[in-house]
């Protein structure tokens, strides 16, 4: 299954000149992404992590133009929570939006289908991603970059330390335009989008995104 699946919404979404959003979740642990690295010759290198399951939960958002929006709280997404991302989104980018994500349930949540009765479905359209695809949302690729890159054998201490260097990491990949592009040209989505996405985005440059938007 390819990108073709989603060439009916996404043409769509052209012709309306709505701004695609790939949407995700993903969770950022204290305990490090553990990378091949250089060291002495006979000196393996150690990381000294704390074992725990403590961790940032993250919701982001990727456009074809390689603009990432980004919210994190301890607790996991819920619906509530993830209707202040959509808010978050329709504040930043101006004019109709397409969210494309996956069919979790915090998706479906009643607290989300309400937010999309009440107004919100003027400008914002949500479209599920077939089922078991994680290679159709370029998401995917901005949380193995920041992991495995960004973060790659970075220990923290605790939680207000991880959140110091994911505002760092986060910082330096929205400047990495090609690499962000690249997470959704590697899902096989054609120029189309981008050059689109490029014209719409014009019109919003002059919105400074916040550095660092937390959710409530």
Same mark, same amino acid.
């Given at each position: 299954m390819g990108a073709g699946a989603l060439a009916g919404p996404s043409s769509k979404a052209l012709s309306e000149r709505r701004t695609i959003v790939w949407v995700d979740e993903s969770g950022f642990y204290l305990i490090p992404a553990v990378v091949r690295t250089y060291a002495p010759r006979g000196e393996t290198p150690i990381l000294r992590a704390p074992l725990t399951r403590d961790h940032w939960s993250v919701i982001g958002g990727l456009t074809a133009a390689g603009r990432?929006?980004? @919210?994190? @709280?301890? @607790?996991?997404?819920?619906?509530?929570?993830?209707?202040?991302?959509? @808010?978050?989104?329709?504040?930043?980018?101006?004019?109709?939006? *397409?969210?494309?994500?996956?069919?979790?349930?915090?998706?479906?949540? &009643?607290?989300?289908?309400?937010?999309?009765?009440?107004?919100?479905?003027?400008? *914002? &359209?949500?479209?599920?991603?077939?089922?078991?695809?994680?290679?159709?949302?370029?998401?995917?690729?901005?949380?193995?970059?920041?992991?495995?890159?960004?973060?790659?054998?970075?220990?923290c201490d605790d939680l207000p330390e991880l959140r110091g260097e994911l505002r760092l990491a986060v910082k330096r990949l929205r400047h990495k335009h090609d690499v962000l592009r690249g997470c959704v040209a590697q899902c096989g989505y054609g120029a189309s989008e981008a050059s689109q996405a490029d014209s719409l985005d014009s019109a919003s440059r002059h919105y400074r995104l916040p550095e660092w938007p937390d959710a409530a």
């Open positions: 990432l929006l980004l @919210q994190l @709280q301890e @607790q996991a997404f819920r619906g509530p929570g993830v209707v202040r991302f959509l @808010q978050h989104l329709l504040r930043q980018i101006p004019g109709k939006l *397409l969210v494309i994500w996956d069919g979790a349930p915090i998706h479906r949540a &009643q607290v989300v289908q309400d937010f999309l009765a009440a107004g919100a479905a003027a400008r *914002l &359209q949500l479209e599920p991603l077939p089922g078991y695809a994680p290679e159709l949302n370029p998401a995917e690729g901005v949380w193995r970059y920041l992991k495995h890159v960004e973060l790659r054998n970075v220990c």
